[in-house]
């Protein structure tokens, strides 16, 4: 066996503490210097410590409404997450038999985790494009007041954006649903079905059980998936943009701590929801073991 | 006897339609219906779309050529200088091959780490998360967070003049090439470390007993055993990074200062002005190309056998 504690051991030891360092050494940085006096600017050395670029970033002075486009992010997270799990974990419990089309749905899933995010944003801005101008020619041609008055769009956040963000996180939950099935026992299932439960009763009460804590795997991805996508989003949200379509203008245009304090608190939320997914992941698997 | 033959075929094959009863297999049928109007209804539609003609505000279906031709305008004109298609997509190419190669040796030697020197499960869930977690935070804030360490007044220059190792603020670290190139390898790294890790995972370790066993030594068993057993994660991980960094607008964009050109830059900007057709043809070809290199790599593996 390879030999424990010996020189490249600690080569590959300190080689790992280099690369965590590296992943998190500069997201480090930036929550350091949030921190700063008034007088802060974007590079060390700190000037100071305080509040002060968060309670400005709340009061919203120079930057754009990031109040909205937060809650707004928050809000398409928590919908993405929602339906990345009922939809994911229904196709997981069909792709456990081979069905008609299973192959090319397969391969659309893999595809879609490859294919270019910006093809893939140009395509459904230019299909909801289409179905505006469909809409109108509809209107105008059977003379429908609704639509020849109030109709403006059909691309939105919740329709062509939640669709787009769709096709990002749908791939990583049914992967990770054939990576639970793949390790199933189905002699659980079996021995219900033989005392007579019905299938929908087979699910509830055993399978569930079983993969509830990857399911918590399944609403991590979804939520933080939607809640940093960026390129797929971005020809699609229409008027509200999301929080991380805000900080990609900010970027530019930002020249004060404001924009780190803002990193600060979206990573914070992140965190958040990844440590509450783990604690929920090791409870769900203590009350089962 | 041929037409009784023919009736019982028929009739099976009637059972046969008529058991498309209530199956397990309609559960994917939500999941389809995404897949079908926003990812294959839109990929269409990008190739209809890219034959149509266009004017300031509008796009008006027809099928012409213009959208290609005028991608490759003068680039078969070996004279001058290189067309701007091909000096983006050389430009894309070179960004690609150093993040691939950059993200593959990281990347091995962390799952390496992680699957043959780390004993305990629980310490490899640990580690493997503590790679895993920044996947989950937001890539911009991860980008700009280089700012502080490589601008002209950054740690890096501070410590590079305070030593003497430079005399004036290297401006070359930030919105340039190395930059971006940063940022890639920083972002993308873990798409290699989770399947090659996996690969290695599902290495047998007798496999590498018997190898020690006869007299290989760590370095043989890395070449000889370990790598090629690796082979499909190794792939797998190349076909993400290398499709991620193809189509890539916004790292190139924010870490190149807004002055480096990508092909999925040109594309943004095409969509910002509505020339949308043209934004389509730029967008196949990308595709193609993307699918090509897949292809190309898919071939040295059989990817089904992965999952």
Known sequence: ?????????????????????????????????????????????L????????????????????????????????????????????????????????????????????????????????????????TKWLGSTFDINYINEFFQTTLGMFTSGLGAQLTWTLPFGLLIM??????????????????????????KEVVFPLIAPSIIGIALF???????????????????????????????????????ALGTVTTFVSFSVIGISIACYIWLKRKKG | MLPYFFYNYI??????????????????????????????????????????????????????????????????????????????????FIFCFITWFFTLIIGFFVAYFLAFYVNSITWQIVLFLLCTIPFWTSNVIRMISWIPLLGRNGLVNDFLLSTGLADAPQEWLLYSGFSIVLAFVHLYTLFMIVPIFNSMMRIDKSIIEAAYDNGANGLQILWNVIIPLCK??????????????????????????????????????EMSYLQLPAAAANAVILLALTLLIIWTMTKMIDIRKEL
């Open chain 2, 11 to 92: 009739n099976i094959n009637m059972m046969k339609f008529l058991k498309l009863k209530p199956s397990v297999g309609l559960l994917s049928i939500p999941y389809s219906l995404i897949f079908i109007f926003f990812f294959f209804i839109p990929l269409i539609l990008t190739l209809i779309i890219s034959f149509w003609d266009y004017n300031e505000y509008s796009i008006i279906p027809d099928f012409i050529f213009e959208n290609y031709s005028y991608i490759f305008k003068d680039c078969l004109n070996f004279e001058k200088d290189m067309c701007v298609t091909f000096k983006t997509y050389l430009s894309t």
């Open chain 2, 232 to 269: 499909p994660g190794i792939v797998i991980g190349s076909i993400f990074v290398i499709t991620v960094v193809m189509g890539d607008f916004i790292t190139i964009g924010i870490m190149g200062g807004q002055q480096i050109p990508s092909i999925g830059k040109i594309i943004y900007v």
């Open chain 1, 178 to 203: 054939f990576a639970v099935f793949n390790r199933f026992d189905k002699s659980y299932e079996e021995a219900a079905r033989d005392l007579g439960a019905t299938p929908w009763k087979t699910f």
């Open chain 1, 47 to 134: 000037n100071g410590v305080s509040t002060y670029w968060f309670k400005e970033l709340w009061r919203g002075g120079s930057v754009v409404d990031i109040g909205s486009a937060f809650k707004r992010s928050i809000i398409l997270g928590i919908i993405v997450m929602v339906l990345t799990v009922l939809l994911s974990v229904s196709a997981g419990l069909a792709f456990r038999k081979k069905f008609w089309g299973s192959d090319t749905l397969f391969f659309a899933t893999v595809a879609s985790l490859i294919v270019p995010s910006i093809v893939l944003s140009l395509g459904v801005a230019l299909q909801f494009r289409l179905l505006d101008d469909f």
């Open chain 1, 1 to 45: 066996m390879l030999n424990k504690k010996n020189k490249t051991y600690y080569i590959c030891v300190f080689f790992f503490c280099l690369f965590v360092l590296f992943l998190y050494g500069p997201t480090f940085t930036i929550v350091l210097l949030s921190f700063q006096g008034p007088d802060g600017g974007l590079t060390f050395p």
């Open chain 1, 222 to 260: 979804g939520f933080t998936l939607s809640y940093d996508e960026l390129a797929r989003s971005s020809q699609v949200m229409g008027a509200g943009n999301t929080l991380p379509l805000e900080l990609k203008g900010l970027t530019t245009t930002v020249t004060t701590p404001v924009i780190y």
